[in-house]
């Protein structure tokens, strides 16, 4: 079965500081890649995606993941964060199984932004 | 337009009590989804809706745990016996078939449930 892992639970950063979170899965086959975002108080929603072609994503507000295939990763970056990207993140796979998508998702990791 | 809408938003029962949550997703999206979503953890699959195929319900954690979906539209997720460890946020989602949002998920607010 495939699994997604985000290696920071936890993420405290002061305003202007860049941002890496960490997004690795298991699985062998063809998946489509995504982060979600889930601002305080807010539904999750869908920050940037990957399905194929350039493994170098852009999102909303800034936001970039890069897809490397061999290290089964999908990291988030953000050069400069705002106090307004405090939230909860979750990297997610769909893979196909079975005939059909089943998302995965990881345990999410809580950014916190000082300003 | 509308998006994914979920009743109620909080439910507070004793142990042991059925509930029953709702879902009524975007409207046209084929795939339907419900998840769990405890303090800490991420989001857990429970079951999935595409058209009109049989749902996979292979993350129901329990036979206490079913769900339906009415018409390709409104699906209903059902708790019996309800125990404490069930508390949490359940979330659904609904996915459009095709189109330049294939496979993203949007997502309802939740209901948050409370067994005491």
């Known amino acids: 079965a495939q699994s997604v892992s985000q290696h920071n639970h936890h993420v405290i950063l002061s305003e202007a500081a860049s941002l890496e979170l960490g997004c690795n899965y298991s699985?062998?086959?063809?998946?489509?890649l995504f982060w979600y975002v889930q601002y305080p108080g807010q539904h999750l929603q869908l920050l940037l995606k990957?399905?194929?072609?350039?493994?170098l994503v852009k999102g909303i507000k800034g936001f970039e993941a890069e897809f490397i295939k061999s290290k089964f990763s999908f990291n988030l970056r953000k050069p400069s964060v705002q106090w307004s990207d405090t939230a909860e993140y979750f990297c997610?796979?769909?893979?196909?199984?079975?005939?059909?998508?089943?998302?995965?998702f990881g345990r999410g990791t809580s950014l916190i932004v000082h300003p | 337009g509308a998006g994914v809408s979920q009743s109620p938003s909080n439910k507070v029962t004793e142990k042991g009590k059925d509930v029953e949550l709702r879902c009524d997703p975007i409207?046209?999206?084929?795939?339907l989804y419900w998840y769990r979503q405890s303090l800490g953890q991420g989001l857990e699959f429970l079951i999935y809706?595409?058209?009109?195929?049989?749902?996979?319900k292979s993350g129901l954690p329990s036979d206490r745990f079913s769900a339906e979906r009415t018409g390709g539209s409104v699906s209903t997720l059902t708790i019996q016996r309800t125990q404490q460890e069930d508390s949490a946020v359940y979330l659904c989602?609904?996915?459009?078939?095709?189109?330049?949002?294939?496979?993203?998920?949007?997502f309802g607010p939740g209901t948050r449930l409370t067994v005491l």
């Open positions: 809706f595409q058209g009109n195929s049989a749902p996979d």
């Open positions: 409207s046209g999206h084929t795939a």
């Open positions: 989602a609904s996915s459009p078939k095709g189109g330049s949002s294939y496979n993203e998920q949007f």
């Open positions: 990957y399905f194929s072609g350039d493994p």
């Open positions: 699985y062998g086959g063809t998946v489509n």
């Open positions: 997610a796979v769909n893979a196909l199984a079975g005939g059909s998508y089943i998302p995965t």
